[in-house]
């Protein structure tokens, strides 16, 4: 005390002016302290709680700043860090060293990508995932210090090609039929080519409905948010409907949360595989899970089979388990059967082009009774037994694991577990929607197409509504379809490419496409043999009738043949018929074809391809195949199915499939992570939304439809409708139109519960290993990251997701590296390339208003030089992938092609930070986020993205 005392008159005295003592404060701040006397004899204890981060955080979190601190000379050069890659592998060996063996443009942190059109820079701060496209990164926009995902599609004309698709759908969906963005779809806000990657910007979303389902231990949601989600899913579905677009590809991975709003909704994302429905190119699509009856069966298809995997999602959403994890198409086929007890009806049998593969005919086929349909008493066929197939196929059918004690789906319902110590109450409640859920999953898991349930009706079930469910669900009639988009401009220009591939020309108005000899642009000659479609083009352009096409991409059909034009090929380029049949342009992955026609006209290869086998299919980016000589096509019987889904996540397979196997290894080891006009004739009343916890009444829900006649009455009825034959009554309504964010906390089950949760045997009473069903599993995927950022991770995450009794410390955390370094690293010697991404030779046509312009733009020069990676990996596998025409009516549709201007999102729009619960990225392959968790399943979800295997098949 006197010290102080004495050190304080001392500063007062060099306050005055005295030079020579020593400094000291001026004035004295604490005083020293005195404990209180107590009265009883202890000893008095001083408790500080102070929290402190290790001393090793504190002078690392400010690095700079700490040397700073130690040396005042310290001087920081961002741009003499090394580089932190992100794609990997990382060494360049293709497009000068700017792209991998793997064709993926090699990105490092702070790299920068510049949209030569809108002018818009992004910075890349991190790997979101790794699709089959290409990867995706997020970054971050300068100007609005906004981040955004920028899906940079691999460096080979297909997936440009295809992309292109992607982005001419979702520009179309945002812009026509959801300009206010209500119908869950994502957001696309610009696209441009950087290093001869096209590149698409959207907005940026967190984590999939698959890591969620992960996070939670694979144990199902509450029914609550099986409930919102269900209800946001199916308004981007009725959206898709609407517009006569497939999406091709629904599954949780492509289930977006999107926590920038309040309460967290979900997105759907990939339209990489989406198709118009008048447009069904691929016979080999969906997810194998997901994969509806008629894909597998090889029968036309339309938005139902969206219907089907939406209703596979919500069991699974459920469940915590996919619904029919077949291991094979024979498998699932067999799942099917057995859960739902009944068979595709005969009218799909009769005519499906794999109905051998997977049915005997055990009776007439001839006369069926009752229209053709199957009455689910007689039917002339039967489904092949393991061993019957076994002699048919000459191979064992593969065959996965049994996940639910129970064989058929009231069971599997009914029986899963109820939450841990619910009040009885509570389980009365449940039962009830369980009731309405298993009714709701009828509807959607249906069998027969044209019984399958649309959006529009599906939204009308009690399950969605909240309405009480007393009775088997009777869906109103679906309003017949009318076109919303009446005034869709029209570019009329020759170039067609891709877009009509996509069905996206408003003058390829069917199937049948007579007007496309009306067209100016295109003369259609009368040749016939090609049976399936890739792009179709009602603008091909055809010299002669030697089958020339100057264009490429273009693809024949039954009787037809079709070219189109790409803008960026003169007419009267003609390709060489390197395959000694007269042919028309083909994808450029025809290069690794080698198909028997039955006739001897091939149709197209592509030039970009040089001597590649005639293709007389359209192709996919999706649908590389490498030679295959056992497999033939059948002019009149398109419609083998490739080995697995061309979409899809295939370990064996794809024709992209390496890549597939390839790139899900690496999103499951981290890389990234990965018309409302209906009159209210009367509301329900409030207490609606009391029949469950957690639910509140939200009459504002964004989902309103609006304009579309198909779409207007979507809403009205989840208010106001009433179950046919049920009453408002109270006690087991629940209100699905909203859950709180607490609610989503409330109503997660909490992975520290001990009961038995799934009806595995095996894992009656423990969490079932994700491993046993999902290849890439490996808890040696998860890593240590700093406790210290735990907390920031889950307040992160509930804040958006409010998930809440999930184990904070179950999220795997994004890091962004905060380096402030340029993206030039002196160290990596590239040539600088402009933007030219493929020649003329493999491209089609940009969506854009003005193609040439744009294209102009996009395609300064043609120096592409097709390469074919050894690597290079292809989804559909080492089988030939297989179209069909299913040989349905055209249905016109128009589309637009209005090119999308950069709309960033606000400045505070998901500003990134660190990300909920996705991440993980490598470094030159080595893995740097992530964490491990105490769950004994450590199921940390490292990778966007989640099984690999969907895409094969037996
Ligand atoms: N807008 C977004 N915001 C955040 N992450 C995204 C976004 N879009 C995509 N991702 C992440 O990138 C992954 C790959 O994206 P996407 O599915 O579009 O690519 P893909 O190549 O088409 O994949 P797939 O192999 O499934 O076809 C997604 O699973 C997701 O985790």
């Keep these: 005390m006197d010290d102080i005392d004495g050190g304080a008159s001392r500063a007062r005295e060099m306050g005055s002016g005295g030079a020579s003592t020593p400094w000291e404060p001026i004035q004295m701040v604490f005083k020293r302290y005195f404990p209180e006397k107590v009265s009883d004899n202890k000893a008095p204890t001083l408790r500080a709680v102070v929290k ?107 997936y440009y090609q295809q992309a292109l698709v992607e982005v001419s759908i979702l520009t179309t969906l945002n812009k026509k039929y959801d300009p206010e963005d209500k119908h869950h779809i994502v957001r696309i806000y610009d696209y441009f080519l950087h290093q001869r990657h096209l590149c698409i910007c959207f907005e940026l979303l967190d984590m999939n409905l698959y890591e969620l389902i992960k996070i939670n231990q694979f144990r199902g949601l509450s029914l609550s948010i099986v409930q919102l989600f269900s209800k946001q899913i199916l308004l981007g579905l009725a959206l898709l409907k609407d517009a006569g677009i497939i999406h091709c590809d629904l599954k949780p991975e492509n289930i977006l949360l999107c926590t920038s709003v309040k309460p967290t909704e979900i997105k759907i994302i990939d339209f990489g595989s989406a198709c118009m429905e008048d447009r069904t190119v691929y016979s080999y699509i969906q997810s194998r899970y997901y994969r509806s009856p008629e894909v597998l069966l090889g029968y036309q298809y339309t938005t139902a089979i969206d219907m089907w995997s939406f209703g596979c999602i919500v069991a699974e959403l459920f469940l915590g388990l996919p619904l029919f994890p077949g291991a094979s198409e024979f498998d699932i086929l067999r799942r099917m059967v057995e859960i739902l007890g009944k068979q595709p009806p005969d009218y799909v049998l009769k005519e499906a082009k794999n109905t051998n593969k997977f049915f005997k005919c055990v009776g007439s086929i001839h006369n069926l009774g009752n229209g053709g349909t199957y009455d689910g008493l007689k039917s002339a066929y039967m489904a092949l037994t393991e061993e019957e197939f076994e002699a048919r196929e000459k191979k064992k059918p593969e065959i996965g694991k049994e996940y639910f004690r129970h064989k058929n789906l009231e069971e599997i319902v009914k029986g899963y577990p109820y939450k841990m110590n619910l009040p009885e109450d509570d389980v009365v409640k449940e039962t009830q929607i369980r009731l309405a859920l298993l009714d709701f999953l009828r509807g959607l898991v249906e069998f027969d197409p044209a019984k399958r349930w649309s959006p529009f009706q599906a939204a009308k079930h009690p399950f969605i509504t909240g309405e009480p469910f007393t009775c088997p669900y009777n869906p109103p009639p679906e309003t017949p379809h009318v076109h919303v988009a009446q005034n869709i401009k029209v570019d009329h220009h020759p170039g067609g490419g891709h877009w009509f591939a996509a069905g996206l020309s408003p003058h390829v108005s069917g199937r049948g496409r007579m007007p496309l000899h009306n067209s100016p642009h295109f003369q259609m000659i009368p040749y016939s043999h090609a049976n399936s479609y890739g792009s179709i083009g009602s603008y091909g352009s055809y010299n002669d009738g030697t089958m020339q096409g100057n264009s490429y991409g273009s693809y024949g059909e039954t009787g037809n043949m079709f070219a189109y034009y790409s803008p960026v090929n003169h007419p009267g380029l003609y390709m060489q018929n390197k395959g000694g049949v007269s042919m028309l342009g083909t994808s450029p992955d025809a290069r690794r074809r080698v198909m028997q026609y039955s006739h001897g006209g091939g149709l197209g290869t592509s030039p970009s391809a040089g001597n590649f086998a005639p293709l007389p299919l359209g192709t996919s980016p999706s649908q590389f195949t490498p030679p295959n000589a056992n497999n033939q096509f059948l002019a009149g019987s398109p419609g083998h199915h490739g080995p697995t889904s061309p979409v899809r996540n295939s370990c064996h397979g794809s024709p992209l499939g390496k890549m597939a196997a390839f790139s899900q290894f690496n999103r499951r080891k981290g890389v990234g992570y990965s018309g409302g006009s209906q009159p209210q004739e009367s509301s329900l009343p409030q207490a609606q939304g009391h029949g469950m916890d957690n639910f509140y009444q939200n009459e504002g829900y964004s989902g309103q439809f609006s304009g579309s006649p198909s779409r207007r009455q ?180 128009a589309m637009d092609r209005n090119h999308i201007n950069a709309q960033l999102p606000p400045s505070n729009t998901n500003s990134g930070g660190q990300r909920s619960p996705r991440s993980s990225s490598y470094t030159n392959g080595v893995p740097w986020g992530g964490r491990r968790t105490n769950h004994h399943v450590p199921n940390v979800p490292s990778t966007s993205h989640g099984r690999m295997d969907y895409g094969s098949i037996a």
């Excluded at 002078?59 to 580089?83: A, H, M, S, W």
């Excluded at 290849?775 to 804040?799: C, I, T």
């Excluded at 795997?812 to 493929?838: C, D, E, G, K, L």
């Design 52 to 158: 402190k981060k290790p001393v090793v955080v504190r002078l690392t979190r400010d690095l700079v700043e700490t040397y700073r601190i130690c040396n005042t000379q310290f001087k920081y050069r961002g741009e003499l860090n090394p580089k932190r890659y992100l794609t990997t592998p990382s060494v360049g060996v293709l497009n000068d060293g700017f792209d991998n063996v793997n064709s993926d443009l090699i990105l490092a942190v702070n790299d920068d990508f510049c949209s030569s059109d809108s002018r818009q820079r992004y910075i890349v701060k991190d790997l979101l995932g790794h699709g089959t496209f290409g990867q995706v990164a997020k970054c971050l926009v300068p100007e609005t210090n906004s981040f955004v995902a920028v899906k940079v599609i691999k460096n080979q004309p297909a």
């Design 714 to 893: 979507f809403d009205s009825g989840v208010n106001n409708r009433k179950q046919t034959q049920g009453g408002p009554t109270l006690s087991t309504g629940y209100s699905p139109h909203n859950v709180s964010s607490s609610s989503l906390r409330s109503n997660m089950y909490n992975p520290s519960g001990t009961g038995p949760h799934h009806e595995n045997p095996d894992s009656a009473l423990s969490v079932p290993d994700p491993g046993d069903w999902d290849p890439n599993y490996s808890d040696d995927l998860l890593l240590q990251e700093d406790s210290a950022d735990e907390g920031f991770l889950a307040n992160e995450f509930s804040r958006g997701m409010q998930l809440g009794s999930t184990d904070a410390s179950s999220f795997s955390r994004r890091v962004n590296s905060n380096a402030s370094t340029s993206s030039s690293n002196p160290a990596t010697q590239r040539r600088y390339i402009p933007n030219q991404p493929f020649s003329q030779a493999d491209i089609g046509s940009p969506p854009s208003n003005d193609p040439h312009a744009r294209f102009s733009q996009l395609m300064p020069g043609s120096q592409f030089t097709p390469h074919v990676s050894q690597n290079s990996p292809s989804r559909l596998g080492q089988q030939p992938p297989h179209r069909f025409n299913h040989g349905r009516p055209n249905v016109g549709r």
